[in-house]
């Protein structure tokens, strides 16, 4: 980590909304990065960032990005080759940080996440997890925020680690200059809650990969 810089990247998918944040007039993406960057100290990438399922292969092992980004407003569609890629990616140290932009999408998610991992459902985050402690703590879990999917974050655990996490609530509306509406301290958690996960997925992922860079 030492001389790499974070990178928030979004998963390119076909579907409507799969880009939101990334926009110069929301500037979701960035406004997290740059707040990321004071709290933390890291290097972050100077643009907001999409990959294609595809790209995910190409990747070196122990250099694919810790997590992907999703979101969107209404249906998932994917190809089973997509499927596979995104499967092996996790099962390979990836994480899916996902964020839920309206009713649709949170319904689009269940089945997606439920193809994404057979046997390995989808369930709530304890209070106590170490997602909600690390290096913010959150007693009562996740911040809520818009409700879209239901009030408490859902992830997929697969061996011992989260490789999905699911804001049913869409959090990077939250990082958007403005907040959307909300309040400031409010939208601050927010910022905390994604702090979070990219520690979370970045201390995994570089456990999980350590062969593959020594």
């Not at 100290?41 to 960032?49: L, R």
């Not at 089945?111 to 997890?129: K, S, W």
């Not at 879209?148 to 697969?158: D, M, V, W, Y």
Request: net charge neutral; proline share 7%; glycine share 10%.
């Amino acid at each position: 980590m030492d001389n790499a810089k974070v990178r928030f990247i979004h998963l390119e998918y076909n579907g409507s909304g799969w880009d939101d944040g990334m926009q110069a007039a929301s500037r979701g993406d960035m406004n997290f990065l740059d707040r990321f960057h004071q709290l933390t100290g890291f290097k972050i990438a100077n643009q907001p960032e999409s990959n294609p399922i595809s790209l995910l292969r190409k990747y070196p092992k122990g250099f694919a990005p810790p997590f992907v980004y999703m979101t969107g407003r209404e249906s998932i569609n994917l190809t089973e080759g997509e499927y596979k890629t995104l499967r092996d990616y996790l099962l390979d140290g990836g994480m899916i940080f996902a964020s839920c932009s309206s009713p649709a999408w949170d319904r689009s998610f269940r089945v997606f996440a439920q193809r994404l991992m057979p046997g390995e459902p989808l369930v709530t985050i304890a209070d106590d997890d170490t997602l909600f402690q690390i290096p913010y703590t959150f007693p009562n879990g996740a911040p809520p925020l818009w409700h879209h999917g239901g009030f408490r974050a859902l992830g997929i655990k697969h061996k011992g680690r989260w490789c999905v996490f699911y804001h049913p609530g869409d959090i990077n509306d939250a990082w958007k200059t403005g907040h959307e509406g909300i309040d400031p301290a409010m939208a601050e958690g927010a910022i905390q809650m994604g702090v979070n996960i990219v520690y979370y997925s970045f201390t995994h992922y570089l456990e999980m990969t350590r062969k593959y860079r020594q």
